[in-house]
């Protein structure tokens, strides 16, 4: 099956620009989604569809895709965007789903 | 709004078996895909298993092939998750999460329930 990998951790200064990635052979075929995960709570979409963001979602959480990479960006990032941000995708066969090991941010 | 709420879980021993629920409402439940995701402990997310709307496709994760069953009950709103010979790396917290479909090749949870909590301990 076709895994998608991200970082473990990155941090951001308050204010400042991050951007997490996602890589993956299937990736080439399928948008990723991206999920918001505080901690002690369940997570949350904050981006579909390559640059789709969900109603409530703050407009300085963007998206892109390109080629077998995902990312996610945060411009002026905020002390409440501290959390960690897992991307999904289907598999190659297109039947299951797959989750990145998820990126821990941090905002400095 | 959407709810999702899951229950069921609790402490098991290994080989033992648990039923979880997860109860649909403010929703047409039968237009959507459903699935269960769980997080071991510190872990990520792991994806489990998925049903689509009327049951007839259903997919599982190598790590519970066999041994977990889904189903969905559409008259009562209803997703289930049967866990047998349950093992101690079963051990997370189990979600169920609706599944949006919103064009070619793009799909997403758009919604998740709060978890429940399986613990296979001796």
């Known amino acids: 099956s076709s895994e998608v990998t991200q970082d473990p951790a990155v941090s951001v200064a308050l204010g400042q620009t991050v951007r997490i990635t996602c890589q993956g052979d299937n990736l080439r075929r399928y948008f990723a989604s991206w999920y918001q995960q505080k901690a002690r709570q369940g997570p949350v979409l904050v981006m579909f569809?390559?640059?789709n963001r969900p109603s409530g979602i703050p407009d300085r959480f963007s998206g892109s895709s390109s080629e077998n990479t995902a990312s996610l960006t945060i411009t002026g990032a905020q002390a409440e965007d501290e959390a960690d941000y897992f991307c999904m995708s289907r598999d190659s066969d297109g039947n299951r789903l797959v989750f990145g090991g998820g990126t821990k941010v941090t905002v400095l | 709004e959407v709810q999702l709420v899951e229950s069921g879980g609790g402490l098991v021993k290994p080989g033992g078996s648990l039923r979880l629920s997860c109860d649909a409402s403010?929703?047409?439940?039968?237009?959507?895909?459903m699935n269960w995701v769980r997080q071991a402990p510190g872990k990520g997310l792991e994806w489990v298993s998925s049903?689509?709307?009327?049951?007839?496709?259903?997919y599982y994760a190598d790590s519970v092939k066999g041994r977990f069953t889904i189903s969905r009950d559409n008259a009562k709103n209803s997703l289930f998750l049967q866990m047998n010979s349950l093992r101690a790396d079963d051990t997370a917290v189990y979600y169920c999460?609706?599944?949006?479909?919103?064009?070619?090749?793009?799909?997403?949870?758009?919604?998740w329930g709060r978890g429940t909590q399986v613990t296979v301990s001796s």
């Open positions: 569809g390559g640059d």
């Open positions: 049903i689509s709307k009327f049951g007839t496709y259903i």
């Open positions: 999460a609706r599944e949006f479909y919103y064009g070619p090749g793009s799909y997403a949870f758009d919604s």
């Open positions: 403010h929703f047409t439940f039968s237009a959507y895909d």
